[in-house]
């Protein structure tokens, strides 16, 4: 049974950088999938920021772009989002999740999340 847990600081000043990694067990990060991560600000919505291809081909969000990278390990089997130069604005709860596409509604499968704040 494949299973995706996040991990990461709970807590970071602004304008640091917000590293978070998706474990993947019972699978692989090189499986036919999309490795997304998802958002969800406070009161707000589900928010795409981007993914990796299982060819490590990646994909951004328009408010991602330049400041999110994502990359992958395969030795350690994770999924590694970068976030640079944080706000308050990217408090939420961060999900990774495996898909078919980068669309949210693909996803199938879903880490329990990891709740971010970004407070100094």
């Known amino acids: 049974q494949v299973q995706l847990q996040e991990s990461g600081p709970s807590l970071v000043k602004p304008s640091q950088t917000l590293s978070l990694t998706c474990t993947v067990s019972?699978?692989?990060?090189?499986?036919?999938?999309?490795w997304n991560w998802v958002r969800r600000p406070p009161g707000k919505g589900l928010e795409w920021v981007g993914a990796i291809k299982y060819s490590g081909d990646t994909y951004y969000s328009a408010s991602a772009n330049g400041r999110a990278p994502i990359s992958r390990d395969t030795s350690k089997n994770q999924v590694t989002l970068q976030m640079r130069s944080v706000t308050p604005e990217d408090t939420a709860v961060y999900f990774c999740?495996?898909?078919?596409?980068?669309?949210?509604?693909?996803?199938?499968?879903w880490g329990p999340g990891t709740q971010v704040t970004v407070s100094s």
């Open positions: 019972g699978g692989s990060v090189t499986d036919r999938y999309y």
């Open positions: 999740a495996r898909g078919s596409t980068t669309a949210i509604a693909g996803n199938h499968l």
